[in-house]
């Protein structure tokens, strides 16, 4: 464990309570960082930061808040600090603001586990390293609690939210099934904090089956499933829209899919 950890996990008061309360106090939060970003750069830490019993469970995805009567740790609603935060009519261009709040509270546990799980676009071979690596500074703390992600049933612990969460990662940056699950994680990360343009583009490869698979209505299945028509078509994108899907997040892959079944439809 890195000094100044603690064993156990820490979460911000704002996301403890009941969905109401929870939902205003994560605005007001948004609120109280957008004030003191534009005043001088920076955004102010948590008022108070409160202990998860050991075994608590958190809630990373809005999927599995069913019942918001009860009070419960509702870390998936950080995004409400974020769209609060970015919302203001000062930001001509707000996502700027956004990314400058992920690296601050990236290097939180809670902050950790929020950006690796919410995995907002895009998600590129460098962000998604560098939101990996967050996590496994902060496992050991971040193994003391169970959590509920996208679907209902038994908590998983922390080895089960990765697997759900960022399997995608695992299976495109280091397809070997049988190690632990932090190694192949901390191995994905390294390979993405170092990948070129060519490496990037094997790791998408080997992961568009997998995006195929949870595609539906494709007319042109055949052309867009070919690896040689993907490996085309990923050669010709300019260096930014490349970098997106640089990481080969399934979701990416599945949106770029889609994209060019329209092209091909337009032919």
Known sequence: MAPGQ??????????????????????????????????????PVPRQMLEVSPGGVVLTHGVADFQHEQPAWRLYMVSEVMLALSEAPEWQDPFPVR??????????????????????????AEL????????????EPLQSVRYLFKTLGPALTLEELMVASCGWAMDAWCPVGETPVYARLKTAAERMARATREDS??????????????????????????PSFQRERLAALEPSAFERVSGACTADLLEKLYDWEH????Q
Do not use: N
């Open 6 to 43: 603690h064993a156990s996990l820490q979460l911000p008061s704002f996301l403890h309570g009941l969905h109401p309360a929870v939902h205003q106090k994560t605005k007001k939060e948004g609120l109280r960082c957008g004030e003191q970003f534009r005043k001088d750069g920076s955004f």
């Open 263 to 266: 092209e091909l439809g337009l």
């Open 128 to 139: 998604s390293a560098l939101r990996l690596q967050a996590v496994l500074r902060f496992w």
């Open 201 to 226: 583009l094997e790791a998408i490869l080997r992961q568009m089956p997998r995006a195929l698979a949870y595609a539906r209505d494709l007319k042109h299945r055949a052309v867009v499933a070919d």
């Open 99 to 124: 990314d400058a709040y992920e690296a601050c509270f990236r290097e939180t546990a809670w902050g950790a586990l929020y950006f690796v799980t919410a995995q907002d676009a895009p998600r590129s």
